[in-house]
């Protein structure tokens, strides 16, 4: 329970930063950075105050009541108790940061992670260089794409240099909600650049021919345990790719992104660090060659590419 709610209306700004962290540090095991970060950004969020002002009224020794009402002060602490129980707190504030986008999220979505920013990498880099998506229209397909973090990165890191156009799939109705949210937002009025969002199986959807397709499908193996709190306030069919080895919707999906390709195009796959052996040879048996495996900021083997050979 979050019983700050008396106690505050004494404190300063300071005082009840680093109180409301240790609560939260105590439910989440996070480190007291972390839990800090947590509530200047919750705070900044519900003030509707840069979260630099805030770190200035804390040190200057503001009070809690210099900032909040006690109607304020109350909704704050109901906030609280929120994360508490579990719920993101990207949920909490319908905001995901993502490759520089502010991404609608909340209940029924995945949270996209900051490791995906490593795909969405890849990706703009193989699609600036490569030499058969220098001219035309340049077509991708961004598969399970819950709230189109990946799709958006590339139209917004790409629309200035070539004409674009992106399929966003995704199966979940609950999801697609976000979705279709998102590319309205960050669609350009005039812009030769699209994001399409697409209701449907990703491992069943006609593609046209696509240049590239980026795939952050549902991967984690069955005896995974989804240890933080949070997680599991994500849906399940987000998270596990089902089968023995968690690898049965990645399997769909690739081999119809693999069909997908024009020649020379090619695959980024996100997958969980146990599987790029299964990924290594589920890309070549859907006729993909070229295979690479590259690793995260952790060392960690999570993703796997692999190219249609040109002839
Ligand atoms: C791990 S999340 C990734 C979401 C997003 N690409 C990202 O990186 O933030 C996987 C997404 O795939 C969706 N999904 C699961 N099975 C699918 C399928 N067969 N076809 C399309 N989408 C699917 C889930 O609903 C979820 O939104």
Redesign the pocket.
Known sequence: MFNAERRAKNETLAEFIKKSACVLKSKYEFGQETAVFEVELLLEWFLKLDINQIRIRAITGEFVTDLFSADALTNFCRIMERRLDGEPLQYITQT?H?YGLALFVGPG?????PE?EK?VSLALDFITTSKNTTSGEIVLA??????????LALAQNLKSKVALKILA????A??FKY?KKNCARYSYEHSSSVVIPVL??????ELPPCDAV??????IPPEVELLPLSVRAE?T???YGLGDDGFE?PH??VKNAAQSLKPGGCVFL?HFETQSETAAKALPKNGLTNIKHILDLNQRPRFTTGMKPSS
Request: one cysteine or more; hydrophobic letters at 50%; aromatic letters at 6%.
């Open positions: 995901a993502f979505v995945f949270i996209p992670r995906t795909l961004d598969l399970c794409a819950g709230s189109g973090a990946i799709g799939v995704e199966k979940s609950d999801a979705l449907a199986d990703a491992g069943e959807v980026v795939l952050n499908p549902p991967y849906p069919t987000a998270l919707i769909a999906v996100e």
